[in-house]
């Protein structure tokens, strides 16, 4: 949709992923560890930024310098990346990031809190959904063809710890904005859900001009 749109792409969900992986390097965060108060000390080490792969056509992201595109994809990363996001200092670090990108419009942004909190007067709101077997499904086929070692079961439990976890934690928690368009993708293929999605953005640009 940016592509088309000619918009700038930002994954929020990465950045998330992207800390973790940092934690997880220095020991911060695992199974039975969280290590808060050092990690947020180390906030300030933290570089973060998109590169676009002209080649593969979307933005990767880099960690101090280093392409972690890859790491940051793991079904162990996953499993961990709901404590880190937890954390009321990393979500306003990356909040505030996020808002700048989106300074001069053109956007499209996706996360878990970018209609509630990050852009709570977006032109467009959009709240994705679809069953958690659907999305484990997509998620376990995304998987194996990057070549990581995962069961489908443990890719649902996954899906369902972190949307149970991102729900209901106290710093901005999963909930659908007020104005915000439902919309169940369960049983769309990726070219119904562009077609339709962009005649939303058509119609809220036709309003806005």
Do not use: C, W
């Amino acid at each position: 949709m940016a592509n088309e749109l000619g918009y700038l792409y930002v994954d929020t969900g990465a950045m998330y992923r992207a800390v973790t992986l940092y934690a997880m390097q220095l020991g911060y965060v695992g199974t039975e560890i969280l290590e808060k108060e050092n990690l947020i000390k180390s906030l300030g080490n933290i570089d973060l930024k998109f590169k676009y792969n002209e080649k593969l056509k979307f933005s990767e992201m880099y960690l101090n310098g280093i392409n972690i595109e890859k790491e940051i994809r793991t079904i162990e990363l996953s499993k961990l990346v709901s404590k880190v996001s937890a954390i009321s200092e990393v979500r306003k670090k990356l909040v505030e990031q996020q808002q700048k990108m989106g300074e001069d419009k053109g956007i499209v942004m996706d996360g878990r809190d970018i209609g509630t909190v990050v852009f709570p007067k977006a032109e467009l709101k959009l709240f994705m959904t679809a069953s958690p077997e659907k999305r484990a499904i997509r998620r376990y086929k995304e998987l194996l063809e990057k070549g990581h070692d995962v069961s489908y079961e443990e890719v649902l439990e996954n899906v369902q710890q972190r949307d149970h976890l991102d729900s209901t934690r106290e710093d901005s928690p999963l909930v659908k904005a007020e104005d915000a368009i439902e919309f169940d993708n369960s049983d769309m293929g990726l070219k119904e859900q562009f077609d339709r999605i962009y005649q939303l953005v058509l119609i809220k640009q036709k309003g806005l001009k």
